[in-house]
């Protein structure tokens, strides 16, 4: 084939590369938008949404995320200087630096992000630890979706279920409407 692509091998690879999105946007390729049935308004109103969830994404996550990430930091200093305090996130995180006399503002602003960019061990990768670090002290889910984009994938999924028909022929299911009519057994 032309792009480097192989002809597929089985009905089973037909039909997966039939549903699969190519748009190299890991949200559009998740949620698979091209196989939904929209009338035009519906279209356009995905479109708008789409286009919304984005200004949202950029105004909106990247704050929240920022917050999540100072709250971790917050929660494993609270931990090191905790006496009697919940130190299982520190279970995790291995060493850390004394605090030498500093004040828990002070020990945060000097120390805080050299433990945050130390996180993750041979078990789990650095982004991995951050996350569930997150989890553990905001309760943010790990796998937490903005609830624009949630919105919009429920929309999708919605559309999905009344009277989608984009790919009929390929999956054999018969056509229906006003002007087609059943066929019958053979006797």
Same mark, same amino acid.
């Given at each position: 084939?032309?792009?480097?692509?192989?002809?597929?091998?089985?009905m089973?690879?037909?039909?997966?590369?039939?549903?699969?999105?190519?748009?190299n946007?890991?949200?559009l390729?998740?949620?698979?938008?091209g196989?939904?049935?929209?009338s035009?308004?519906?279209?356009?109103?995905?479109?708008?949404?789409?286009?919304? /969830? +984005?200004f949202?994404d950029?105004?909106?996550?990247?704050?929240? !995320?920022? $917050?999540? &990430?100072r709250? =971790?930091?917050?929660?494993?200093?609270?931990?090191?200087?905790?006496?009697?305090?919940?130190r299982?996130?520190?279970?995790?995180?291995?060493?850390?630096?004394?605090?030498?006399?500093?004040?828990?503002?002070?020990?945060?602003?000097?120390?805080?992000?050299?433990?945050?960019?130390?996180?993750?061990?041979?078990?789990?990768?650095?982004?991995?630890?951050?996350?569930?670090?997150?989890?553990?002290?905001? /309760? +943010?889910?790990?796998?937490?979706?903005?609830p624009?984009?949630? !919105?919009? $994938?429920? &929309?999708?999924? =919605?559309?999905?279920?009344?009277?989608?028909?984009?790919?009929?022929?390929l999956?054999?299911?018969?056509?229906?409407?006003?002007?087609?009519?059943?066929?019958?057994?053979?006797?």
């Open positions: 084939m032309m792009d480097g692509q192989q002809t597929p091998g089985s089973l690879e037909v039909y997966m590369h039939a549903i699969a999105g190519r748009t946007d890991d949200f390729d998740r949620i698979n938008m196989v939904g049935n929209y035009y308004a519906e279209y356009w109103q995905q479109v708008r949404a789409f286009r919304r /969830g +984005l949202a950029a105004g909106m996550t990247r704050k929240l !995320m920022a $917050k999540a &990430r709250q =971790a930091k917050k929660a494993v200093v609270d931990a090191i200087y905790a006496e009697n305090g919940d299982a996130i520190l279970a995790r995180i291995g060493d850390t630096p004394d605090t030498d006399g500093l004040s828990k503002r002070e020990y945060f602003e000097e120390h805080a992000d050299d433990i945050w960019q130390s996180l993750g061990d041979e078990e789990y990768s650095q982004a991995e630890h951050q996350a569930w670090l997150v989890n553990q002290v905001t /309760g +943010l889910s790990m796998d937490w979706t903005p624009h984009w949630r !919105m919009l $994938k429920m &929309r999708h999924e =919605a559309s999905r279920s009344k009277d989608a028909r984009l790919i009929d022929n999956f054999g299911r018969p056509p229906e409407g006003p002007d087609m009519q059943a066929l019958e057994e053979f006797e």
